[in-house]
């Protein structure tokens, strides 16, 4: 299992504290890779940004015209988080669902 978010993160350090044995990666350092980032993308659409973020606040109309896969790119920090990677299947966030489906 692997987690992917920001280390500074409140919800991706809860959700590490829950799932003791995920692998954390770091998406600024680490970044996340392509073929995770396109099936996350077509699994998530739009929902993969966060809308909600200073980042995306602080983003011009232009710049937030670009593809979702250009944005985060350009900046990791808009992606929902945490997005987890469990046998074979990708989770966003960490809600009841995600929750229930991986802690049981």
Not at 11 to 16: E, S
Not at 67 to 72: G, I, R, T, V, Y
Request: glycine share 10%; proline share 5%.
């Amino acid at each position: 299992m692997i987690l992917y978010g920001l280390k500074t993160c409140d919800t991706c350090r809860k959700a590490l504290k829950s799932l003791p044995n995920a692998e954390f990666r770091d998406v600024r350092t680490d970044g996340v890779p392509q073929d995770v980032m396109g099936a996350a993308l077509e699994r998530f659409g739009g929902a993969l940004l966060n809308r909600k973020s200073t980042t995306w606040r602080g983003l011009s109309e232009s710049e937030r015209d670009q593809s979702p896969l250009e944005l985060l790119a350009a900046h990791p920090s808009l992606m929902k988080r945490p997005l987890i990677e469990a046998q074979g299947a990708l989770y966003l966030g960490w809600g009841s669902d995600t929750q229930s489906a991986l802690l049981g």
